[in-house]
């Protein structure tokens, strides 16, 4: 992989590329940025891209060379071994070299390109430590420190003494000949930033640019700790990304022509804001410094999204305006516009990327299909499929016309559709279902490129389950079944292809909810029985988790019919709810230790326990079927409101059940128990919650 992997949005990919001392760049495709020509403009940066065929030529060049050259043979061998990613076997052979040479075995000693390929080896094997350990012996060999006598604590330490006397034999090894330079240093910033670690990779850019013993930063490191940042998941590191390209641009403007800004640093950073909300998503529920657990509603996480996407825009505007006043280098090209109407899409503005669009092609450039796919998702995420239908049509027409062939539709561009009928589909949206349907056959028909995948079955059972008829309920469970069999043939000869249609517990919870929103009057029985197929089934990732149990409790609490029915309903649901119960507490590291519902897997723990959820339904199984039997009715709500507060669930969902199913303060006071102390019968819990304890509520949003 290169130093920036696949874009998981965009599909686009940036690469590292270490050549010779004479030419490297970092590149993805129609965007390039070389170390010979980042000081000067360029009209188009596709032609630093070297084409496979001039590559192959180059390579065969090189190995009718390397006959009578042993070095380069030498340094093809390391960098064959690099690209495959064998760190071990690089390091190996060069450090056998070197002792060869200075045995007098070998012509030749390793230079500064035998080093970087196994640098490059070690970044490619993901091990960004031991590339740093290299680094610092080549560096260590050329600038010696000449003291010995250093005392260290940890003398008495074997394993450290181990480390310097490994640290010591590397060293020697190194000819003082070699000595790094910056693609040695960009290598290693690259293998710490494809783990997305920015903090090591600005600790690196800092000593180049303060050390003396360190080569000075180019554009290319600076592009890529720009990278670090943007796929890091931490909050704020869009915009430190963007203080770190105005530093950039200031260095630019002071005379430093070795730090050029070019459109790779401002496309890094429109990809930055584009994800920053994730940043976010990703952290709300957890605890800060302090203890106290950070939660962000709908509204806020939409206002951070939208003040990001609109930061993305302006850096597209200074992109347009420093490429108008005839700098080239940062002329904004499809990826920045298709990266900016990204960013619009998750805040569920889609006018605004739509003006994104009309400007990218009034300036010539034909949008991609990914292009197109971002649009069409920022109108289903908005809730306006039709719109987003409308624009796959016109892929389809201009692919079926042969006029752009880089607009074909994919599995991606029609799932996006389908994603958007699962948002607005309802009761009241019937040809939600009808429409989602229709695009799924259209893309079975359209061949191998538009197959549906697991996300695509996703949405359409979505869609099934929200319309909440018995034939759309039927048709959930159909699809469930086909995923089944279609895994179980294209898995059959052990290829693995199936694995892009691979049922998992997502698409049961999905069918469960089908059950649980739908008009059958068995519902509970129905959805019981999936459940079972789910403990029972061969796969982990098919078993049951809360999500599972909670939408059988709502099949239960939904049930109607006759007292029979009910009351079957009733027992399924204490049976449900007595199994969640039973783990409350039984946490566990030992996975040999598990009880028998909670799984591991890849080194991942699923237990199922109580959320809040689960007592909003089972308290509205009490209170709905157990009407009947007031004392019944009242024995269970008095112990499922107990549980709950002793759980820490209680929310306003779950009292608001039993108040319902009071008749009166008496019976209220009767009910609620310790909680009639805090609140009465009619009282908003919202407005009342500060007053009761907080352990009752510790757990309330899980």
């Known amino acids: 992989m290169g130093f920036l992997s696949k874009h998981s949005e965009t599909g686009r990919i940036y690469q590292f590329h270490r050549c010779d001392r004479e030419n490297y760049s970092v590149s993805r495709p129609s965007l390039s940025v070389s170390s010979k020509a980042s000081s000067s403009p360029s009209s188009s940066s596709s032609k630093y891209i070297r084409s496979k065929e001039t590559d ?46 200075q045995e007098g075995y070998y012509e030749a000693s390793p230079d500064v390109v035998s080093y970087n390929s196994v640098l490059k080896a070690w970044k490619e094997h993901d091990q960004p430590e031991k590339a740093l350990e290299l680094l610092e012996s080549m560096m260590a060999n050329e600038h010696p420190s000449g003291n010995d006598d250093t005392d260290n604590d940890n003398d008495d330490d074997d394993h450290y003494q181990q480390q310097q006397q490994y640290q010591t034999s590397l060293s020697s090894s190194v000819p003082t000949t070699v000595k790094v330079d910056v693609i040695s240093l960009n290598t290693v910033v690259a293998a710490f930033a494809n783990q997305g670690n920015y903090p090591k990779c600005i600790e690196l850019l800092r000593k180049m640019q303060h050390e003396d013993r360190y080569p000075n930063p180019d554009t290319i490191t600076y592009n890529i700790v720009l990278y670090s940042l943007a796929r890091s998941s931490d909050r704020g590191t869009a915009g430190r990304a963007e203080n770190l390209l105005k530093e950039m641009m200031q260095q630019n403007q002071e005379g430093d022509n070795t730090v050029s800004v070019d459109s790779t640093s401002f496309n890094t950073c429109i990809y930055a804001w584009s994800k920053e909300k994730d940043a976010y998503i990703n952290t709300s529920g957890s605890s800060n410094n302090n203890g106290m657990q950070t939660t962000y509603s709908r509204d806020s996480l939409d206002a951070i ?136 056959i259209e893309m079975k028909r359209r061949g191998p490129s538009c197959q549906p995948n697991s996300q695509t079955y996703t949405s359409l059972i979505t869609v099934m389950a929200k319309c909440g008829t018995e034939e759309t309920c039927l048709r959930a469970r159909e699809l469930l079944q086909e995923m089944e069999d279609r895994y179980d043939h294209d898995n059959d000869d052990d290829s693995g292809g199936g694995e892009t249609i691979r049922p998992t517990r997502i698409h049961y919870n999905a069918v469960l909810n089908a059950y649980a929103k739908s008009p059958f009057a068995d519902k509970a029985v129905r959805a019981e029985m999936l459940l079972n197929i789910m403990k029972e089934h061969e796969r982990y990732d098919c078993h049951p988790d809360n999500i599972s149990y909670n939408s059988l409790l709502e099949a239960c609490a939904n049930a109607f019919g006759d007292p029979p029915t009910k009351a079957n309903a009733v027992l399924i649901a204490v049976r449900t709810f007595k199994t969640i119960m039973s783990f409350v507490g039984k946490t566990t590291s030992n996975n040999n230790d598990l009880p028998s519902t909670t799984k591991k897997h890849n080194n991942t723990i699923v237990l199922i326990s109580p959320t809040s959820t689960t007592f909003f339904f089972f308290a509205k199984v009490c209170r709905r079927h157990l009407a009947l039997s007031p004392e019944k009715k009242k024995a269970a709500l008095f112990k499922t409101l107990q549980l709950c507060r002793e759980t820490g669930m209680l929310n306003h969902l779950v009292v608001r059940q039993v108040q319902t199913a009071c008749q009166s303060e008496k019976e209220w006071n009767e009910t609620a128990g310790e909680l009639s102390k805090y609140m009465q019968w009619k009282d908003d819990f919202r407005k009342k919650c500060h007053n009761v304890p907080t352990e009752w509520t510790c757990n309330a949003r899980r």
């Not at 009578?68 to 064998?86: E, K, R, V, W």
């Open 56 to 101: 192959n030529r180059r390579l065969q060049s090189l190995q009718e060379q390397s006959t009578n050259n042993p070095l380069m043979s030498l340094n093809l061998n390391l960098d064959s071994l690099a690209q495959i990613g064998a760190a071990s076997r690089a390091q190996e052979l060069l450090l056998r070299i070197q002792a060869l040479y």
């Open 305 to 440: 999204s939208s003040a990001s996407a609109n930061r993305a825009l302006e850096l597209l505007n200074i992109m347009e305006e420093v490429a108008e006043a005839g700098n080239v280098n940062v002329r904004p090209d499809v990826y920045s516009y298709t990266t900016t109407i990204q960013a619009f899409a998750r805040c569920r503005e889609p006018q605004q990327a739509q003006d994104v669009l009309r400007r990218m092609t009034a300036k010539g450039l034909q949008p991609s299909r990914i292009t197109y796919t971002a649009l069409m998702s920022a109108f289903a995420k908005a809730g306006d499929p039709e719109r987003a239908y409308e624009i796959l049509q016109d892929m389809i027409s201009a692919w079926d016309g042969g006029n752009i062939p880089e607009l074909q539709p994919d599995t991606v561009a029609f799932s996006s559709v389908i994603d958007g009928w699962a948002k607005v589909a309802s009761v009241d949206r019937p040809d939600a279902a009808t429409e989602a349907l229709k695009l799924f």
